[in-house]
């Protein structure tokens, strides 16, 4: 178990390890449709994110690849297909980490919500665009600052 989570519940360890997931899908998302590529880029991205995740977010990242892409597809079948109730049932999910984080260490917290919204910008990047530029879809960007979860005081 990560030490960070010991004061949680096993509802609230399942909202967080599953944030992840949800961001990329709200992302990927954003324009309509989640096709093969945006799922592969996706489920590509947060494998990356394994390896690069900040020092205290290891252990977290680890223990999200391990489930990231099975949760992926089960919650791509069980949300919305409508991207505004999709973006509104993962917007309800997300701001269940307002209520969790405050439970658990502060730098843990802050250093998830600043990975979270690098991950959601990562993954709109990797939709495309000419050269890399104009990469990001207007409906990504909207999304992508996550403004659901509070910063952490």
């Known amino acids: 178990m990560i030490p960070e989570f010991e004061p949680l519940r096993e509802d609230e360890i399942q909202v967080l390890l599953k944030s992840p997931v949800y961001v990329a899908i709200l992302i990927a998302g954003a324009d309509g449709t989640i096709d093969k590529s945006e799922r592969k880029e996706a489920i590509e991205v947060a494998r990356n994110k394994q390896s690069r995740a900040r020092e205290q977010l290891a252990d977290f990242y680890k223990e999200v690849g391990e489930q990231f892409e099975a949760n992926f597809n089960q919650l791509i079948d069980e949300l919305p297909s409508g991207t505004e109730p999709r973006v509104s049932a993962i917007t309800t999910e997300l701001r269940k980490l307002n209520f969790i984080l405050p439970k658990i260490d502060k730098n843990f917290a802050i250093k998830l ?27 990504e960007a909207r999304l992508m600052e996550l403004k659901m979860l509070k910063e952490i005081q």
Do not use: H, P, R, T
């Open 113 to 139: 919500i600043a990975s979270l919204k690098d991950l959601a910008k990562k993954i709109a990047e990797a939709s495309g665009g000419v050269l890399g530029y104009l990469s990001i879809s207007y409906e």
